[in-house]
Each structure stands twice: as C-alpha cells, then as structure tokens.
C-alpha cells in the first residue's frame, strides 16, 4: 500500500546558508571542473559557452525557482510533491528517479578516478609531456581491477554516509570546502594564465565561433545547464521542500547558478589555457581534467605542485561527493518513501545494482570499448542519455506545470512568501515557464537528436 504523503516533523535548514551551502553543494561538482571544460574543449570554445550561460540565465535561473516552489508549497520530496500536486504528473519525479539512477551508474566512476588521483598526486607520477600524462589517465581509465576497485572506494564513501543519514555532515563541510575550492581555482588560474600561449586558449574558450554551434553542440550545452545545476530531476524540488517559509526563492535561485557557473568557468579557465599551452588535444573527452591539471601542478615543482595536487583532488573528490550523495539520496528516499523500503535496505539494494553498473561504464572505457549503443560506449551513453534526454524533458513537465497547472495564485503566493516578497518580474518569469522554457528545450532536444 502506499501511503499519503505527509510533511509532518520535517527538519528545516536553520540558516539561510545551510541551505545555499546544500544546494550549492549538490550543484558544484564534477559537473563544472570534469565535464564543463571537456565539453567546453570538445564542442568548439566560445558558441559552446556562449550557449551554455544563455541556458544557465534563461532556463537555469527560470527552472530552479519552478522547482523551488514545488519543493517549498508542498514540502515533499520530489515524486510525493507531484502525486500531493497533480497525480498526472508523477511520472515527472519518477523519470528524476530515473536520471538519478543511471547518472549513478558512472558518476562514481569518474569520483573514483579522482580518489585514485590524490594517491598520484602523493606519489609524485605528474608531468608536462602529454604522453607522460595520457599514459597515466589511459593505465588507470582504461584498466580492469583499479578502477573498478577506486569506483568501489567512492561508491562505498557514499554508501555510508547515506546509509547513516549523516548528509549533514558533508553540507556543513561544504561551509568550509566551498570557499577552499573556489581560492584554489582562483590561484589555479593564475597560474595557467601565466603559461606561455596561454592566451589562445583563453580567446577558444571566450570567442565564439558560431560556425560551432550545431544542433547537437546546443543540445550538449544545454544538458550540460542541466547537469551542472542539478535540475530537471527533482533534486532541488527535494532540498527546497526543507526550506522555510520566510526564504526568498528567487535571491536563492540566483545565488546558486551564480555561484555554480563561476565555478564552471574558473574551471575552464584553468584547464582550456593550460591544454593549448602544453599542446595537449583539446577535443581529448574525459580525460581532459586529469591530464591537465597534472600537467599544470608539474610546472609548479615538485613539492608545491605535490601539494597542490594532494589538495585539488581531494577538494575535487569532496566537491563530487557533496554531489553524488543528493543523486544516491533522491535513489534511495524513493525506495523508502514510496516502496516502504528500510533505510539500510534501499541503500544496500540500490548500491549493488549501481556497482554493477558502474563496473560496465569503467570497462567501457577500456577492455568494452568495442560494445556501443547508438555510437557510444556504455559511459557515454549513460552520461547522453540521463543529460542529453531524460533532464531536458524533466525540465519541460516542470515548467509547463508551474507555468499552466499549479495555479497562478498559489505560484505568485509561493514565489513572494506571501506577497511579502518583492519579484518584479513575476509576469516575465511566467511566461518563461508557460512557452520561452519549454520552447528552447523542445527545439534543442529535438534539433539535437537530429529531429529537427
Ligand atoms: N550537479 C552535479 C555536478 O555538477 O557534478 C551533478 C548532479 C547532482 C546532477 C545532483 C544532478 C543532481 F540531481
């Protein structure tokens, strides 16, 4: 049987950076420092991002405050919110469930790179000769027994700390992990600035060319807003649900696509300039991060630039984590709110079947690389289709139902605490979520799997 959703004795966040903290938490991570600048790299530069912050400001900006408000008004998580709201709807946060899912399904095997990374870091294996480098990330990437066994390190870390239902913990760590991050990338950048040529990779990154931007380009961009900023999925529809009357959406809705996108882009301006200064191929996928910045800690001599790296890696590491757990948490507070699953029960079951899966995704990298599904290895796949499709169409059910289902009173109620709250642009923001959002999402995708 399944029970009516209930908003009885729920926690809230005490403060107003608890929760920007958390959901800051969940957004930065390997999304901007791994995936961003190799997208960035691969997909032509400037057009790339260019595109990418239209959708970060138009749909981003639009789409975390439509999920804001049905996390707020019903104070559920993600598919109870929508069964609570409009039963039509549930398959909303259960297509979130989904994307959970399968985005666990590789998530942890590039965490687990970056596990692996803080031990090459301590040993000292970095150089700046791309051969050197490409033959580090290709030993470990494409290797059996290592990365399976790093995936089963960082798997296991989540598994703990969810099982236990201390999340807490790492939020409040993320109060110091955060700003840590954000003061090394800002040296980091410096430093790949200063390299020689490093200039050129700052005008690929900044100029766009917009011969680039095909449809697919688009498409990547705009999964890419979506994975970044932990949208579409009913992530932030669950974080917000603890979230007290009295916080402004829409100032939190700016902070966090401000504060994830800055790191998106230092990340870039680390790892694009860097990457043509030591001639390293730009288009190289995901790789990029762990053969640059290596490359990058090299030039800086060998006890600083070991001790850089310790320190990147492991804030890497932490910023993925902080990341991971909202994804295994979205998994597992599924099981136990609709399937009646006991915590340790959902977070053991739902474990076993994501290792197995990531164990494909790893050898698909290396010894599975010659098994495809429509052209991609199985990590890639995964990664496509949880970003490219089942996040965008999430977007667009979100938006239509704020825009033409929940009621304009109860929306502009929710938005402005009340009428409390001053939003200006409640009107333009409307018309966002009723036809500009849905719209651009609808053509991008379809443009982007060659529809259109
Ligand atoms: N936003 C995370 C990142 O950039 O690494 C990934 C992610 C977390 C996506 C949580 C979706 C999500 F619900």
Redesign the pocket.
Known sequence: MQEQPTTQGRDQFQSKLGFIFAAAG???????IWRFPYLAGKNGGGAFVLFYLICVIVIGFGLMLAEFVIGRNTQLSSVDAFKKLDKRFTFVGAMGVLA?FV?MGYYPVVGGWSVAYVFKSILGQFSTDSAVMGEVFGALATGISQPILWTAVYLIANIVIVAKGISGGIEKASLVMMPTLFVLLVILVIRSLTLPNAIEGLKYLFVPDFSKLTGDVMLAALGQAF????LG?G?MITYSSYLSKKENLVQNAIVVPTMDTSVALLSGMVIIPATVSFGFDLGQGPGLVFVTVPAIFATMGPVLGRIFGIIFFLLLTLA?LS?SL??LE?VVSYLIDNRGWERKKAVAGSSIVLFIICIAASLSMGAWSGFTIMGMNIFDFLDWFANNLLLPIGGIFITLYVGWFMGKDKVKAEVTNDGTVKFAIFEVWMFLCRIVIPAIIAVVLLSGIGII
């Open positions: 969940s957004a930065v991570g390997l999304g901007n959970a985005i994975f970044s900023l932990s999925m992530c993925a990341s909202s994804l979205v």
